[in-house]
């Protein structure tokens, strides 16, 4: 269907149509695990330094594919762009993560947010999925992201990452006005800023809900999902006669998958928890499913590696609609040897399922 | 049923008979939201001072109940007292929470691994219980708890908190027969010290499995569910003519109730994450259900607190089997106010379900 790719194993598996093998990528692909990521980073001089350098961003997104085959590369970003590009003022302090110099703490700040201009502030994402485009040359396909709404207000509230997610829930429970507020002007941001990594090149979407799954049933559904669905409303979903795929990731989602695929989104991305095998039986027939190795796997020996990887095949089954990855991004600390074992097992082991 | 109690609508809504309201408790309701509590504390030196005086643990305990109309009484005391009977050296430092000078690191130590003598090592954890039941004088039932074994297993490989549960998995997945190992020891001690408090004077169990959810669900069910399964074999479930009902709490255990249920426990205690009707739908009627609102609720105004009570008492809909609870153990950051918004919102709206 895409007849400039040299392998589109991911894309038709998104729209569950028939592949050899099942196709497969890591989230967190391009990253501290590999020791050519951290090379560059140390000549980038920072972490925000590779993302808003297009040059920087294509070499680390290259270097997990020049390792292993994988079947798709992904943009290497953060999901804290879009807050940034609103003026929040992203920065990373050693050790404790993502900071916002100027989080949303009042009703002035929250009523002030406006989205960003995505073609002046967030050129250096679309500069670079053109880039990458370039460089891949029709390897594979380039998948675009963006952090939810509701992840993204999440930061926003809290002012960075958080145990408890006390800010943003009191906010939620108490103005819950305020709080939708927040989510519409982020959900319009993030609907423009993934149609300009799709008209720049990006070939499927992916939303990653980090913290929807620390709502209760009823606040995700009003509070995350909702949000979600906009944005699958608003995507563009075809480009130059070729179907862009979207998938919603929200981590510790698996309870509320029926409610994910009714959005009409064409993927769905399951963290460990969830049998895949329960999920496509729920779902499997309107969605494809992307997971759902327990990344902590990677820390065990190549053999007991194999053996989850076809755990993981086997409790899919038969046909096509599954993307291989890991359920959460991979760990700095995994061996990259370990991952080799990973993506040679499911290639090999796939192959009787097709 | 129990004619001691003057309440006894807790244990009547475990064992899913009529009741007229729904009655609830709080976990961690003796805790640090309670400035008597914190002055407690101070007098006691240190948590572990707490716990292991059965005069602090009684005053912490009573607490919460001399504050509010709570339908049940839970011993105060940690998880961690069984890994620390078994020798590995319990010990809170400030801010980093509990940790363990010598956590189970190699072979040797794990094979060396034995079940405590509780009358011996843990009897300030039984006398405890025996001192509250008779300052409780029949007012509410006493609950006794213990950490599963999954959960026990954690602290005591990785050495305290972890965000990664690296090195627990790591051994899980590498060295199966060595987890279980530790699992088997583990789940020995806590049916012994369950049965123990039972002894002393608990009228109702429950098991903690705080870190089980973390888990996917192959290794849930043969690393975690399993040795629950055999604490729930081996608990006493009737003493002197009355039943004792036991709770299995698995954080992030919603996608597994079915199989939680199959042990053949009597209540469920879910966290906020699952819609409770939805819960009963698929087990109710086999099992109580003890919860679910987000702590963070608490948070919120009054009218707020008593709507989403609403909720959660409207979800889970007619009839009895519900003790309302919190979906996790109540913020040290929380108002005593809001909590008796709460208790009041529960105890009148709760009457129209009954």
Redesign the interface.
Known sequence: MNFKLKNDAFLRALLRQPTEYTPLWMMRQAGRFLPEYRETRKRAGSFLGLCKSPDFATEVTMQPLDRYPLDAAILFSDILTVPDAMGLGLYFSDGEGPKFERPLRDEASIMALRAPDVERDLRYVTDAVSQIRKTLDGRVPLIGFSGSPFTLSCYMVEGGSSD???KV??LM??EPKLMHHILEVTAGAVIAYLNAQIEAGAQAVMIFDSWG????????HEFSLAYMQRIVDGLIKEKDGVRIPNIIFTK?G??WIEGIANTGCDAIGLD????IG?ARQKVGSRVALQG?L?P??L???PD?IRS?VE?VLGSYGFGSGHVFNL?HGI?Q?TNPDNVAAMVTAVHELSRKYH
């Open positions: 408890d997610y006390a829930k009191t429970y108490s799954g620390m709502l209760s049933h009823s606040a995700y510790g698996g309870l460990w928890t969830m049998d329960v759902n327990d902590a796997v820390f065990a020996s007991a989850e755990k359920g760990s600390h």
